[in-house]
């Protein structure tokens, strides 16, 4: 998509995927959609500590409707994360019932945990309970799951910025950016 590295940009960069102005243009468009979509519903968004806050705070600027904003976080089961076996960390402090729920990611890979947290979310009877993504790496996809947003179909290589981290850091960069093969190998 862009290519080059900024001047600041960490050392466990390889090239700019996503630049600042794509996201930002990406993000609107995806929030002209949902204000159309969510017109005079009870609209929450719902999103996965840490890295979707990032795309969230953006987003909720770009939808022009009165919603309400609530967090979870997930924690995979050390032995069992390959069976994307997960634990809720941190659970809504609102109830969802009869509300429009939009959950919020910033990207998705297997969708073992997003698979897990609708089947959560959809036993406290959400009028709706719809999904948007900023990147979709779906080459790992394992089950199916029903996107209504969709930011970016990037390819299987790890990326960092926008909420995205390597060990906790780089989530702050204003871009997306893959990382050196050799930092995550």
């Given at each position: 998509?862009?290519?080059?590295?900024?001047?600041?940009?960490?050392?466990?960069?390889?090239?700019?995927?996503?630049t600042e102005?794509?996201?930002?243009?990406?993000?609107?468009?995806?929030?002209?959609?949902?204000?159309?979509?969510?017109?005079?519903?009870?609209?929450?968004?719902?999103?996965?500590?840490?890295?979707?806050?990032?795309?969230?705070?953006?987003?909720?600027?770009?939808?022009?409707?009165?919603?309400?904003?609530?967090?979870?976080?997930?924690?995979?089961?050390?032995?069992?994360?390959?069976?994307?076996?997960?634990?809720?960390?941190?659970?809504?402090?609102?109830?969802?019932?009869?509300?429009?729920?939009?959950?919020?990611?910033?990207?998705?890979?297997?969708?073992?945990?997003?698979?897990?947290?609708?089947?959560?979310?959809?036993?406290?009877?959400?009028?709706?309970l719809e999904?948007?993504?900023?990147?979709?790496?779906?080459?790992?996809?394992?089950?199916?799951?029903?996107?209504?947003?969709?930011?970016?179909?990037?390819?299987?290589?790890?990326?960092?910025?926008?909420?995205?981290?390597?060990?906790?850091?780089?989530?702050?960069?204003?871009?997306?950016?893959?990382?050196?093969?050799?930092?995550?190998?």
């Amino acid at each position: 998509m862009s290519g080059g590295l900024p001047a600041d940009a960490p050392a466990v960069a390889d090239a700019v995927l996503l630049t600042e102005e794509q996201l930002r243009a990406r993000v609107a468009e995806i929030g002209r959609r949902i204000t159309t979509d969510y017109a005079g519903r009870d609209l929450v968004l719902v999103t996965v500590l840490r890295g979707g806050v990032f795309f969230l705070a953006d987003l909720c600027r770009s939808i022009d409707l009165p919603l309400r904003l609530d967090f979870m976080a997930v924690s995979a089961y050390e032995h069992e994360a390959p069976t994307g076996a997960v634990r809720i960390t941190k659970d809504l402090d609102e109830d969802i019932e009869g509300a429009s729920v939009l959950i919020v990611e910033d990207i998705i890979d297997t969708g073992l945990t997003l698979n897990y947290l609708l089947g959560v979310l959809r036993q406290r009877g959400p009028a709706s309970l719809e999904v948007a993504i900023l990147l979709d790496r779906d080459v790992r996809r394992i089950v199916d799951l029903p996107i209504a947003y969709r930011g970016f179909s990037i390819k299987d290589r790890y990326v960092v910025g926008y909420g995205l981290d390597i060990r906790g850091r780089y989530r702050n960069l204003r871009y997306v950016a893959t990382v050196r093969d050799e930092v995550v190998g």
